[in-house]
């Protein structure tokens, strides 16, 4: 075989091929080890337990039309003609939020925000995302005791906000905004009543 390079090269050939058969059949091997593993830690949702969570969020459901005061740092508080239009996505699984608010005095867009809860049954949670003005900010939103609200807060450096939403005997929607910087005192920063609309 030494003079041959045929048979050199068909040795050679012989024994790659060994080799490559060897390496798919680990690859092989360890697929079928690492899958089993896999489905065993992969945790599948419960959907009725999050869309019975998220069923105890209807109060909010539907057009709402009415006022919002913004309080800016300075100057006189800016009257606002609001409306919030909230409705559920993807059967029930999310709820989608979206409000917007013109300025009473010349009907210019002041407010634009869109907000999306989910419930982690896992975590027994509901996570509420906002976008607004180009970013978007996540945390944990908590229902109010007797059902009719929420309250939920947002951390931004040395920035906090503290957000109550709840529904009024009167059937309307409120929410009240406060916002804490550094170590200074929480101040108000919007206020929101809105009714249902037809």
Same mark, same amino acid.
């Given at each position: ?5 045929t048979a050199q090269t068909s040795c ?25 593993a896999m489905a065993q830690t992969v945790?599948?949702?419960? =959907?009725?337990?999050?869309?019975? *969570?998220?069923? @105890? +969020?209807?109060? #909010?459901?539907?057009?709402?039309? %009415?006022?919002? !005061? ?9 009257? =606002?003609?609001?409306?919030?239009? *909230?409705?559920? @996505? +993807?059967?029930? #699984?999310?709820?989608?939020?979206? %409000?917007?608010? !013109?300025?009473k005095s010349d009907g210019h867009l ?24 180009? !970013? ?63």
């Open positions: 075989m030494k003079g041959n390079p050679i050939v012989l024994h790659c091929s060994v080799r490559l058969r060897c390496l798919i059949w680990c690859i092989n091997c360890c697929v079928w080890a690492v899958i089993p945790r599948q949702p419960d =959907l009725e337990r999050q869309r019975s *969570a998220m069923k @105890k +969020l209807g109060f #909010l459901v539907g057009r709402w039309a %009415g006022e919002a !005061r913004e309080f800016p740092p300075q100057g006189e508080p800016v009257l =606002l003609a609001q409306t919030e239009e *909230a409705e559920y @996505k +993807l059967d029930g #699984l999310i709820l989608t939020i979206e %409000g917007v608010g !013109r300025r002041a407010l634009q925000a869109f907000g999306i809860i989910s419930y982690d049954d896992e975590t027994s949670s509901y996570h509420f995302r906002a976008f607004n003005d180009g !970013r978007f900010l996540e945390c944990e939103a908590r229902l109010a005791e007797d059902g009719k609200g929420l309250t939920w807060g947002f951390t931004l450096g040395d920035i906090k906000t503290h957000s109550r939403l709840h529904i009024t005997d009167k059937g309307e929607w409120t929410e009240f905004h406060e916002i804490t910087i550094g170590s200074g005192p929480s101040k108000e920063f919007m206020e929101v009543t809105v009714s249902p609309r037809n």
